[in-house]
Every structure is written in structure tokens, then in C-alpha cells.
């Protein structure tokens, strides 16, 4: 993802939070979660309640202490013990009914964000576009950080509200008014302690704000930075063996360290951040314990309201003034939940944008009697065209060569043939009932049960024990049949030869009505090669067989060459490159020597 898109993350407004966050409130959970969130709410606002009996026990306590009285004041102590149990019970079940909303919520907007990015291929657009970066990371991280952050800041600023509006009329009452002269008056403030909370949270919050601003867009790029070097090692994890055969060990150490660069230099702006903010709310918090006792002292030497009545003002101003500096308080955890935020309202974005991408190729399944192509024409996403338009057909049974240079396009057919490539023109007509099956040249292998990798993407249950035990045989993968139900990382643990033929053991299984291979045999010796597509051909005869290869041994096992071949009359070939034609030809004839065929297949 480009700095450019970094930023456009980060000016996401608050109407797209509330994009993000409402979802679920409105969900078939709706209920569940707003009967969780009205007791935690009730409990956060019992502990307010709570509070205000501590402030009056306060009170009573000292003035009990000032008075000598020890029958009020061992009345005191039972007091303080029971509302003390109180406030943990209420304390303790509040954190607990909080989790379990968040991690039902957590839930919920996993799935639905897993749905919508794998939901049309976005998770493969969004891959050829890189568009956005980590999505693992914005999945499994951000999301926690939503939930998690969005509870945690707006129970807390709920509790903030309450408790001002509990204590600040508590405390204009008990500070009462104070009299002081200017140029030659008697002036008098009532509840004094009231404006100074005021001015003392006002002043400290707009220079926390001011200190702090910068937080947002570091921790922003923190978790960015973080994500890319975890991938880093992931890769490396991935690319064990290649890395190990070309000595690249210096060469991934030095890309590894790069990428840690930005994460040391990027906590060193956080820390420096973090220390200016800290010294101004660490002042602030520390000066706040004595500050009631100051401005409170001049009534309690004046003798106009005794001990108790000045430790229930200072409670009560620590109340109001911790109300008040909520936001300072929680200043870094909203950086750091605004930043999360960010990151998913771009991924949110991205994901739409790559589900709304109208491809230009049609795939439809229709009563049709072969597979037809309609003038078919494949773009790069930047939008040069890879080929003019084709139209052909493959019948049943037919074994059907592909073949060109590496990069005119042989993959990009078979993509758009699937139905994952959105760029260019043209049809793509199917079969109702035929089932089409792709082997890239790397096939994929899931964490698992080796059963499990053999059978996807069906269920590991899916073939009879025997049925899989003979392919792996016919396949020349006797010796793994022992370990089908052992699970591993198959694509780390097998050669790429081993998980190729894994490959074929997939298509006897699955036996559908057209295979295509994309360079799927290329980690086989020509003798193994060879053994496999007589395989495909005497398991699956009625099936079509459609090879990309760039061993011209592999012929001898199809009928049929599209070759692509460069576009003579292309006059944009020195500025984007060539584009190709596809000649049709039968194997063993001049592919030149293919205009009648290749008329006859757009028939």
C-alpha cells in the first residue's frame, strides 16, 4: 500500500466509525448484545451510586476521627466494610459481563469481515491491486482493538458524565461560596470548587490534546510497521529451503533489519510523544491531590466547615475533576483505538471497492453443450490488453495444449476461464452440469491432516479411506498412505514433485469434466510426467484436458496446440508491450497452418 493511501486511512471521519461499529447492534445479536450492554451499563452506574456513599462516609468518618467519637466512628468501619463489598461484587462482574459483550462482538465482526473479504474473490483482488497491506493483521488485530477499545472509552466516558453529574452538585454544595476583595470590593464566587475543577480540567486537557495529536498517526504506522516485518518472517518460515539453497541468509537479515528500522525510528517519535504527554498528565494528576486542599483551606481555617467537611470536598473534587480529565486519562488508548480504527474503515473500504469491481468478462453456466469462449479479450489491472479477441470452444475429451512465452497471457485465460479475473472483455459460456477443476503449478495445502489436504476443498470425510489409498498409489505416493491422518505443514514438509502428484491424487478423486493444469507437472522428471497424464488419460477419457507447458514433451499428450503468438499488426507493441493472437493448430502441424481450425472453433 502506497504512503498516499496510508493518509487517506487516516482522515477516515466519524461518520465511518459509526459505519464500522453499528453492524452489529443492528445484527440477529442485536438483543443479546444490547440486554449485556444495559447491565454493564446498570453496573457502571451502581458503582457511580456507590461512590456518592463513599463521599458521604467520608465525611462522617473524619468528622468522627475530629470528634473522638468511637461508637460513630466503628459505626463507620461496618459501614465502609459493607459498601467496600459492594463496590468489588459490582466492580468484579462489570469487567466480567464487559469481556463476554466483547468477545461476542469480537466474534460476530470476525465473520463478517471474513465473509466479505473472501466473499467474490476480494481477498485475490485486493492481492493483485495491493491495495491494502496485512489483512491478516486488520482481521485478527484491528478488530480487537474496535471491540475492545470501543467499550472499554465509552463506558468509561459514560461513567465520566455520571459521575459529574453526581458529584459536581455535591460539590457546590459543600464548598460553598468564597469571598475575596478586587480593587476595592468584596467579590464572592459560589461553589467555588466547582469553576476551579472547571478550569483546572480545561487547561489540562487542551494541553494533553496539544502535546498528544501526533500519537494518532504514529501508532497508526506502528501497527503497519509491525505487521510488515511479522510478514517478513513469516516468509522466510514460507521459504525455508529456498532461502537456505541460495545462501540468502545476509540478503534476508538485511531486508528483515530494514523493516525493523522503521519500527525502532518510529517508537522513538512514539516515545518522545509519550514522554511530553506524560510529564503534563503525570504534573496534572499528582498536583490534583493537594489542589482541593488548597484552594479548601482558607474556609477550613476560617472555621467554616470542619474536617470531615474538607476531606468530603476534596473526595468530591476528585470525583469531578477525574470526570473531567477523562479524556486525559484516556488519551493514548484513544490514539491507539483511533489508529485501529483507521486501518479497518480503509480495509472496509477496499474490500467494497474490490467486491464492486464489474468484471468484464462474463462467466455463465447455461444449457450450452461445450465450454465456449466469446471473444475474449484479457487485460493487465493497469489496463493494457494482453491479447485480441478469442473465440474458441473445448468439447469433451479433448486434450488441448496452451502454450507461448512466458508472459503473454497462457495463466491470465485460465484465470478469466475461472471466473477470478475481472479484467478485459468478452464471454465465457459453461455447461450447467459440468465441473471444472484448476492445478496450478503450486498447489495449495492446508495446516492439517495430510487426509485433509488431499480432499480439499471438499471435507476430509469426503472419499472412502480405500479410494484415497489406491490414488495415492496409482500417483507413486505409496509411502505417504501411513500418514494420512498426521498432521503438518504439507507444503513445507513435501517436495514440490511429492505435492504436485498430491495434485493429481486430488483430480482422480474429484474426477471432473475438465482439468486444467497450469505448469502442474513442471517439478516431475519427464518419466513421472509422462506416467501421470497417462493416468489422467485412461482414469478421466472422457474428460477435457487443458495443459499450460513449456516442455514440448507434454505434447504427445494432447490433440490440439492454442499457441500465443505475437501480433504483427500491433502498433503498440514499444510502448506496452506486445499483444498476442492465439493460433489454433493439431500437434505436429506449423501452428501458421491453423486458420482453418481456428475458424472452425469460433463456429
Wanted: with cysteine; charged share 20%; hydrophobic share 45%.
Amino acid at each position: 500500500m502506497t504512503m498516499a493511501n496510508s493518509q487517506v486511512e487516516q482522515r477516515s471521519d466519524w461518520r465511518a466509525v459509526w459505519r464500522l461499529i453499528k453492524p452489529y447492534w443492528v445484527s440477529e445479536e442485536r438483543w443479546k448484545a444490547i440486554g449485556l450492554l444495559a447491565t454493564v451499563v446498570g453496573l457502571a452506574l451502581g458503582m457511580v451510586y456507590v461512590n456518592v456513599l463513599l463521599n458521604q462516609w467520608n465525611r462522617d468518618f473524619y468528622n468522627a476521627l475530629e470528634n473522638k467519637d468511637f461508637a460513630a466512628f466503628r459505626a463507620q468501619l461496618w459501614r465502609f466494610s459493607y459498601l467496600a463489598f459492594i463496590y468489588i461484587a459490582v466492580a468484579i462482574y462489570k469487567i466480567y459481563l464487559t469481556q463476554a459483550l466483547e468477545i461476542r462482538w469480537r466474534a460476530w465482526m470476525t465473520s463478517q469481515y471474513m465473509n466479505d473479504w473472501l466473499a467474490g474473490q476480494a481477498y485475490y483482488r485486493i492481492e493483485q491491486s495491493a491495495r491494502a497491506d496485512n489483512p491478516d493483521q486488520r482481521i485478527a488485530e484491528d478488530l480487537k482493538y474496535l471491540t475492545s477499545g470501543t467499550l472499554t472509552l465509552s463506558l468509561g466516558l459514560l461513567s465520566s458524565v455520571v459521575t459529574l453529574v453526581s458529584f459536581i452538585g455535591i460539590l457546590w454544595a459543600v464548598s460553598g461560596p468564597i469571598s475575596f476583595m478586587l480593587f476595592g470590593h468584596e467579590r464572592e464566587i459560589p461553589g467555588y470548587m466547582v469553576w476551579f475543577a472547571l478550569a483546572y480540567a480545561g487547561i489540562g486537557s487542551l494541553l494533553v490534546a496539544w502535546i498528544g495529536k501526533p500519537l494518532i498517526g504514529q501508532n497508526f504506522m506502528q501497527q503497519r510497521f509491525e505487521a510488515d516485518f511479522r510478514f517478513g518472517l513469516i516468509r522466510i518460515r514460507e521459504n525455508a529451503e529456498s532461502v537456505a539453497l541460495y545462501r540468502g541468509e545476509a540478503q534476508e537479515h538485511a531486508y528483515l533489519n530494514s523493516r525493523f528500522t522503521r519500527i525502532r525510528e518510529n517508537w522513538w517519535d512514539i516515545m518522545r510523544t509519550t514522554k511530553r504527554l506524560n510529564v503534563a498528565s503525570t504534573f496534572y494528576e499528582q498536583f490534583a491531590l493537594i489542589f482541593p486542599f488548597l484552594v479548601g483551606a482558607p474556609r477550613y481555617f476560617g472555621g467554616a466547615i470542619k474536617l470531615g467537611g474538607l476531606m468530603q470536598i476534596a473526595s468530591a473534587f476528585g470525583q469531578v475533576q477525574s470526570a473531567l480529565s477523562w479524556f486525559i486519562g484516556a488519551f493514548t488508548s484513544l490514539a491507539e483505538w483511533k489508529a485501529s480504527v483507521n486501518r479497518l474503515a480503509g480495509f472496509h473500504a477496499t474490500v467494497d471497492a474490490a467486491r464492486a469491481i464489474e468484471s468484464g468478462i462474463r462467466v455463465e453456466r447455461n444449457g450450452v453443450a461445450a465450454l465456449r469462449i466469446e471473444s475474449l479479450s484479457l487485460s493487465l489491472p493497469g489496463g493494457a490488453t494482453l491479447n485480441q479477441p478469442l473465440s474458441a470452444a473445448i468439447e469433451s475429451g479433448q486434450r488441448i495444449l496452451v502454450a507461448g512465452p512466458s508472459g503473454c497471457g497462457k495463466s491470465t485465460l485460465f484465470r478469466a476461464i475461472a471466473g477470478i479475473w475481472p479484467y478485459g472483455d468478452g464471454e465465457v459460456e459453461i455447461p450447467q452440469s459440468s465441473s471444472l477443476l484448476f492445478l496450478p503449478q503450486r498447489s495449495y495445502l492446508p495446516i492439517g491432516t495430510l487426509r485433509a489436504a488431499l480432499t480439499y476443498p471438499a471435507a476430509e470425510d469426503a472419499y472412502a479411506n480405500e479410494d484415497i489409498i489406491a490414488r495415492l498409489d496409482a500417483c507413486r505416493l505409496t509411502h505417504l498412505a501411513p500418514r494420512l491422518d498426521e498432521v503438518d505443514n504439507w507444503s513445507q514438509r513435501l517436495s514440490p514433485g511429492e505435492q504436485q502428484r498430491l495434485a493429481f491424487v486430488r483430480v482422480l478423486l474429484i474426477r471432473p469434466d475438465m482439468v486444467f493444469l497450469d505448469e502442474a507437472s513442471s517439478a516431475l522428471d519427464s518419466e513421472t510426467e509422462a506416467a501421470m497424464y497417462r493416468l489422467l488419460t485412461e482414469e478421466l477419457p472422457d474428460a477435457a484436458i487443458i495443459s499450460i507447458a513449456h516442455r514440448e514433451k507434454v505434447a504427445q499428450y494432447h490433440d490440439e496446440r492454442w499457441q500465443f503468438v505475437p501480433d504483427a499488426d500491433d502498433r503498440d507493441a514499444l510502448h506496452n508491450g506486445p499483444r498476442y493472437r492465439i493460433a489454433f493448430s493439431g500437434i505436429g502441424a506449423p501452428v501458421e497452418a491453423a486458420s482453418q481450425l481456428s475458424a472452425s472453433r469460433t463456429q
